[in-house]
């Protein structure tokens, strides 16, 4: 069974707008939380990553919001660009370092 | 200079015939990883080895066997190939401190 569900499954923003996927777990034993994003024909690339003792972290245009009790997360993607059009995927683990990973959410920004 | 790469990029072959990917990481890492990702996208981890040891096995079929002959390589062979089989396969390192996996370019093997 899927440990983290992942919505939308595809988005389409303009430029310059605001993209937010949003992830949910289950499993409290999980303790790292990192997004990546992967381009077609490439392999998945890290990110951002957080971790529970933390509810947010931002770099740059690329926002992660974390709710410990609501066991979700999400991530927001500010002034987004055609450059950011991609499939980025939520993903989660704990001490055995096995990511979890959701199932995905195509992201489309038109110019 | 290619952190995680993986030969070959595309494989297509018969059902029915044995295949082996390979990959190598010149990123120092004790820990690699090999995950499938279906035709719609969907990635589930299949074997993670530490320092040449299987320490993840995710209840893949036997005819998959993985072979880590040092640290800086993972290899994936396929036995008896399926039409299921066909897939995207790639290779992950994991950073020990940050826990940051970095993966390969995959190998995309079609199997008719």
């Known amino acids: 069974q899927q440990q983290v569900k992942q919505s939308p499954q595809s988005l389409i923003v303009q430029k310059g707008g605001i993209s937010i996927i949003n992830c949910a777990y289950e499993n409290t034993a999980f303790d790292y939380f990192p997004w990546y994003q992967q381009f077609p024909g490439k392999g998945p690339a890290l990110l951002i990553a957080?971790?529970?003792?933390?509810s947010e972290k931002k770099e740059g245009r690329f926002t992660i919001s974390f709710n410990k009790s609501a066991k979700q997360f999400s991530l927001h993607i500010m002034d987004s660009q055609p450059g950011d059009s991609a499939t980025y995927f939520c993903a989660a683990s704990m001490g055995d370092y096995k990511l979890s990973f959701g199932a995905g959410t195509t992201v489309t920004v038109r110019a | 200079d290619t952190a995680v790469s993986q030969t070959p990029k595309y494989l297509v072959t018969q059902m029915g015939n044995d295949k082996s990917i390979k990959c190598e990481q010149n990123?120092?890492?004790?820990?690699m990883y090999w995950y499938k990702q279906d035709s719609k996208k969907f990635l589930k981890i299949m074997f993670s080895y530490n320092n040449k040891e299987l320490i993840i096995n995710e209840t893949v079929p036997n005819r998959f066997s993985p072979k880590s002959p040092d640290k800086a390589h993972l290899n994936l062979h396929i036995n008896s190939l399926e039409l299921g089989d066909s897939a995207v396969y790639f290779c992950a390192s994991r950073h020990l401190i940050t826990d940051t996996q970095y993966f390969g370019p995959g190998t995309r093997l079609t199997v008719l």
């Open positions: 990123l120092g890492h004790d820990t």
């Open positions: 957080i971790r529970p003792d933390v």
